[in-house]
């Protein structure tokens, strides 16, 4: 066979050094130039903190053809070597498991990726294609593994295997199945578990998720010519098969469709796990990926003897009474030398919310009992005893308190028997003010002078306060006759409207109704919000009647038209009257209009010519404005 790379003594300077800091293990290959001879290979390692080979920069894998050779002669028989770069490394977040005060270790991916060019590998004869496959350099298994007899001193054997790179004269490109990342790496014995495995292809093909056995490697053998690598097969403990490589109930098995991993285990310890995940092209298997994986699964069920008991201060309690209105703390004393447990109180069997802390303050009858749950990070959990809460009635009783309005006069509070304290906000003696209290929910006390079990009874009454309706109005409108005019509120309030008398009005029930009133009136309205308060405001509406303003007069002594006379103007006797000249500056101006302008000021004639006036018949009204001519 052709022998592309010269193998130099690459591996003779590795140090071995004794460590099962490699947990999971898995191979990646990608057809990227079939015509160049260039391929895409990734190894991806997760490390423990331990791990000799955290800090290697390369890492080498070997191309073998897939001849199944090794299964005959009991060697892979490789025929080219390449280098892998480290390409990224970082921590696996993992959910810790600190069992009986053992913390879990770290882990790492550290990936490795090159682009191998083999130009060759094309014309290579190979009917199954070829293996592509990593053994670890410096941490052999330390022989921990439960589920093997001879774990130890062997390196692991990770392989991917690839179909033929031509068929019939065609290139095939392929890409093989990628594995996700995984953070599972230690579990509990005796919880139940599923870990998933998510695998996907570039190229579409189906896969399946098989267990199977993983390969070691004890020894390595170079020629001149063909380079052997010894494979001895792990054997498996007494009770461990390829298909059932971990006990429990359920023992390990694997979705061979999701690849989901499932096992409830039943027995501490280290377990070295093999899984493949093999691609299928059109109901044909083309390749597959082999997965190591270290799963180590800790006892955090050791038999303890909890403390079950719930105190009331420093005395443990299965009875506790308190008084209506009081409150009492119940607490466990357990104490746990781990990280805190989570903590859940129940009341009559229900889970009280937000009661997540190891104390508890009550203040209702009931049965509570607390529920402690992942001790030291496991599935460890334990009930408390119960504690039945009763709770003595107060005698003291209060009248109860409907509703009421801030501007509800001050109210008597009634209570029995006699003799007790009212308090509370707006609360004086035994007279309750709501102006005082103000808008919103308020408390009231009342507590007397109890029995010995019940020192002090108190007796609790909710009222509510809420602020009568405002009401923004005009207190006099003026209108003419018959001409429509809206006289309501301006903002518009949540609250009933009703107008009164409903005369003239559109609707007597709108916040701001139409009016057209063919003489004055006057209206009440009454506000009404959803709690009883009531607001009445009255709007007077006052009719403007029409006046005659001529447009001209005729001051020039022939005893006809000698003054501007306004017809009507005598119904208003507290009008303004304004004239202006041409430039604007008023020439007359009057309270009232008892004596008519008769063209003169001061008693000097006014120039003939047009003149501007303003007349504003009442206070509110709208002014009249026009012009009148001062003919001579």
């Excluded at 989901?260 to 298997?285: A, L, M």
């Excluded at 102006?435 to 408390?443: C, D, K, N, P, Q």
Aim: glycine share 8%; hydrophobic share 35%; aromatic share 10%.
């Amino acid at each position: 066979m052709m022998k592309l790379f010269l193998i130099a003594t690459l591996l003779c300077c590795c140090t071995k050094a004794f460590s099962k800091s490699i947990v999971g293990s898995h191979l990646e290959w990608q057809a990227i130039s079939i015509e160049q001879g260039e391929y895409k290979v990734t190894l991806r390692l997760y490390l423990d903190e331990t791990s000799g080979e955290l800090d290697q920069q390369k890492q080498y894998v070997y191309l073998i053809q897939n001849d199944e050779h090794w299964k005959r002669e009991g060697v892979w028989k490789y025929f080219g070597l390449f280098y892998l770069n480290l390409k990224s490394s970082g921590k696996i977040e993992q959910a810790p498991l600190p069992c009986r005060g053992v913390g879990q270790r770290d882990v790492f991916l550290n990936i490795y990726e090159s682009v191998i060019k083999v130009p060759e590998l094309a014309q290579l004869p190979s009917i199954n294609g070829f293996v592509v496959a990593w053994r670890s350099q410096i941490g052999q298994r330390d022989g921990g593994d439960k589920n093997f007899v001879n774990s130890s001193l062997a390196y692991e054997w990770v392989t991917v295997t690839i179909p033929p790179i031509t068929e019939a004269g065609t290139s095939i490109r392929n890409w093989s199945p990628v594995i996700d990342h995984i953070n599972t790496f230690a579990i509990c014995k005796g919880e139940l578990v599923t870990i998933p495995l998510p695998a996907s292809d570039h190229d579409g093909d189906n896969l399946k998720y098989n267990l199977s056995k993983p390969y070691g490697i004890h020894n390595m053998r170079f020629g001149l010519l063909t380079d052997s690598i010894y494979v001895s097969g792990f054997v498996w403990a007494s009770g461990y098969t390829d298909q059932h490589q971990m006990h429990g109930n359920p023992a390990l098995t694997i979705n061979e469709n999701t690849g989901e991993i499932t096992v409830k285990p039943s027995e501490e310890g280290q377990y070295f796990i093999g899984i493949s995940v093999d691609e299928y092209r059109n109901g044909q298997k083309i390749g597959s990926v082999s997965f190591y994986y270290t799963l180590t699964v800790v006892d955090c069920n050791e038999q303890q003897v909890w403390d079950k008991e719930i105190y009331k201060d420093t005395t443990s309690v299965r009875l506790v009474t308190i008084c209506e209105g009081s409150q009492a703390t119940l607490t466990s004393k357990q104490t746990f030398p781990g990280p805190q447990p989570e903590f859940q109180w129940t009341k009559n069997g229900k889970t009280i919310w937000g009661a997540n802390a190891q104390s508890i303050t009550i203040s209702e009858e009931g049965e509570y009992q607390l529920l402690v749950k992942k001790i030291n990070g496991c599935p460890n959990s334990f009930e408390s005893e119960t504690v039945n809460v009763s709770i003595i009635s107060s005698s003291a009783e209060m009248d109860s308190i409907p509703p009421i309005c801030d501007t509800t006069l001050p109210i008597a509070l009634n209570a029995t028997p006699p003799g007790g304290t009212f308090t509370g906000t707006g609360v004086t003696g035994s007279m309750f003010d709501p102006a005082i209290a103000g808008e919103g929910t308020h408390e009231i006390q009342y507590a007397i002078q109890g029995s010995e079990a019940c020192p002090t009874a108190v007796a609790r009454r909710k009222v509510f306060i809420s602020l009568a309706p405002e009401l923004d109005l005009e207190d006099i409108l003026y209108t003419s006759r018959d001409k429509p005019i809206h006289i309501g509120v301006k903002d518009s309030l949540d609250v009933a409207y009703r107008w009164t008398p409903p005369m003239y009005l559109n609707s007597d029930a709108y916040a701001d109704p139409l009016s057209t009133p063919s003489a004055g009136i006057t209206y009440t309205v009454t506000a009404t919000n959803a709690y009883g308060c009531t607001t009445s405001r009255e709007v007077k509406i006052k009719i403007v009647e029409s006046i005659f303003i001529p447009d001209a007069f005729t001051p020039n002594g022939d005893g006809v038209n000698e003054t501007w006379e306004l017809k009507g103007i005598e119904a208003y006797p507290n009008c303004h009257v304004t004239i202006y000249n041409r430039w604007g500056e008023v020439i007359f101006h009057s309270m009232g209009y008892q004596n008519a302008f008769d063209g003169t000021v001061g008693g000097a004639l006014q120039m003939s010519g047009v003149y501007a006036y303003k007349i504003r018949l009442t206070e509110n009204s709208p002014d009249l404005t026009g012009s009148l001519t001062i003919i001579r």
